[in-house]
């Protein structure tokens, strides 16, 4: 039994583990190897958090793909979230391609949107997105995850990449913020 943990002075309890995360992948990577079939379908993992879950996805497709890795640079010196996101890192030329995204968590979808935006100038054939967490009630953007790993309530969770401040991004369960008592 796993036990509580604490960041950043906030107590969070297990909530999804390693094995229920490990099979909801590989159910995850069936389907992708199913869906894209002959289409070489180009994984790109957005950095930092998606890294755990894309290289489990990764290794869970039997059909030959390939995976590359950007970074979204959010524009200092504002809080809000609905601002444009440059993109660091793609140098593979996507034009034509069967391209998914790979992301740790879709709450807002405003991170989601500006990247997709950006993509679409690119021209690939087409874009899907394999999300490990999403929040369905959080979202405000019309984003439609192709692939996703759980729903979850609008709470805030760490783990398996998802980190609070930089921390907990090496837990191998995900853990959810612990109601005041
Ligand atoms: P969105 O643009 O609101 O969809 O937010 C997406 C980004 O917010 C994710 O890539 C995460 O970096 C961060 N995020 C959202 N919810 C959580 C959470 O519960 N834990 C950790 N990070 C989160
Ligand atoms: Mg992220």
């Not at 034009?95 to 998914?100: C, E, Y």
């Not at 979202?139 to 309530?153: S, W």
Request: hydrophobic share 40%; charged share 30%; net charge negative.
């Amino acid at each position: 039994m796993k036990h509580e943990v604490t960041y950043c002075g906030l107590t969070f309890e297990p909530y999804i583990s390693r094995d229920k995360i490990d099979a909801r992948i590989a159910e995850l990577g069936r389907a992708i190897s199913e869906d894209c079939r002959d289409k070489f379908p180009l994984l790109i993992c957005v950095l930092n958090g998606a890294f755990p879950f894309a290289s489990d996805l990764f290794r869970n497709i039997n059909i030959d793909a390939e995976i590359a890795f950007i970074r979204l640079k959010s524009y200092e010196g504002t809080t809000t979230t609905g601002l444009p996101k440059e993109v660091l890192g793609l140098s593979d030329d996507i034009k034509g391609r069967t391209v998914i995204v790979v992301e740790d968590i879709i709450d807002t979808g405003h991170t989601m949107h500006n990247l997709l935006n950006t993509l679409r100038e690119k021209e690939p054939a087409e874009i899907k997105i394999a999300t490990l967490l999403f929040k369905p009630e959080s979202l405000v953007r019309n984003i439609k995850p192709d692939y996703v790993g759980f729903e979850i309530p609008n709470k805030f969770i760490i783990g398996f990449g998802l980190d609070i401040d930089g921390h907990a991004r090496n837990l191998n369960d995900i853990y959810i913020l612990k109601d005041p008592e």
